[in-house]
């Protein structure tokens, strides 16, 4: 399996940013996608998980500001956030398994996903 992100750089305060993130080689035809991040000094944080079979996960904190969607023909996981702030700066990194989210899905604990992108960078000033 492999996880390609694009989107990052940099955005204003209140802007919004998109994500995405193709993903191939999988077995499953219904892998579960999720989207994470980190910032400098702070554990991985989930923001949301979303798999073909529509079962779907996003955290509280962020579902106001946060759209996850999917094109379940490609593969290819998106990330809509918007109204961002500095505290969105971080690293953000696309994350999947090569079987359907679980019932636990809600929980987007980063050891639930074996494939991991490289990363991409956004910074919100």
């Known amino acids: 399996v492999q996880l390609v992100e694009s989107g990052g750089g940099a955005v204003q305060a209140g802007g919004s940013l998109r994500l995405s993130c193709a993903g191939s080689?999988?077995?499953?035809?219904?892998?579960?996608m999720g989207w994470f991040r980190q910032a400098p000094g702070r554990e991985r944080e989930g923001i949301g998980a979303?798999?073909?079979?529509?079962?779907?996960a996003v955290a509280p904190s962020l579902k106001d500001r946060v759209s996850i969607s999917k094109d379940s023909a490609t593969h290819t996981l998106y990330l809509q956030m918007n109204n961002l702030n500095p505290d969105d700066t971080a690293i953000y990194y696309c994350?999947?398994?090569?079987?359907?989210?679980?019932?636990?899905?809600?929980?987007?604990?980063?050891?639930?996903?074996?494939?991991w992108g490289q990363g991409t960078q956004v910074t919100v000033s």
């Open positions: 994350a999947a398994r090569d079987q359907r989210c679980g019932w636990n899905i809600y929980r987007l604990d980063p050891s639930d996903f074996a494939f």
């Open positions: 080689a999988f077995t499953s035809t219904n892998p579960c």
């Open positions: 979303l798999g073909t079979d529509g079962v779907s």
